[in-house]
């Protein structure tokens, strides 16, 4: 497997595709992503941006392979933008895992021409984790899903904020 821990671009191309959530279209799908260094959570919303759905879990491989499979997934849903999550402390304050985000985010919005914002995750894999236990799946089903069910919290979260551009949201 490829190391894609530092899967970002150079910052000088990515730095342009940072949006605030203001300027994700109000209209068309949205993919919420959770963001792993060995898996991503795929999740989409519906058109009218009012339904999340976990959608698949992706194993990380290389840049170029993550990029091409990122690119599918939005061209074969007609994503208009993307909503990573963005893991921060307790506090608020972000962490060394809310830098990596960041960087992965941007590189992603760079990989597929669509514009991102960030949103906060806090307690997305917890809930996700509480939420499939209730499924009765076993053990390896459930984390097979767990990073799905934890985007499509963090896109749904997004989608039900009344207002995206809030520093709860991590838009900054």
Avoid at 56 to 80: F, G, P
């Amino acid at each position: 497997m490829t190391d894609t821990s530092d899967s970002a671009s150079p910052e000088s191309s990515a730095a342009a595709n940072e949006h605030p959530a203001e300027t994700l279209p109000r209209e068309g799908r949205l993919l919420g992503i959770d963001f792993g260094t060995k898996r991503i959570g795929i999740a989409v919303s519906t058109p009218e941006q009012n339904i999340a759905s976990p959608l698949k879990n992706y194993t990380r491989r290389s840049r170029q392979a993550d990029a091409d499979y990122i690119n599918r997934v939005a061209r074969e849903y007609d994503a208009v933008g993307l909503v990573v999550g963005l893991p921060v402390h307790m506090s608020g304050d972000e962490s060394k895992k809310s830098r990596e985000a960041r960087t992965f985010g941007k590189w992603l919005g760079s990989a597929t021409g669509l514009p991102v914002t960030w949103w906060d995750e806090r307690f997305t894999s917890l809930m996700a984790d509480d939420s499939l236990s209730q499924t009765g799946l076993s053990r390896g089903k459930r984390k097979s899903q767990r990073d799905a069910v934890a985007a499509c919290l963090i896109l749904q979260a997004f989608l039900d904020a009344k207002d995206r551009t809030a520093k709860g949201g991590a838009a900054r």
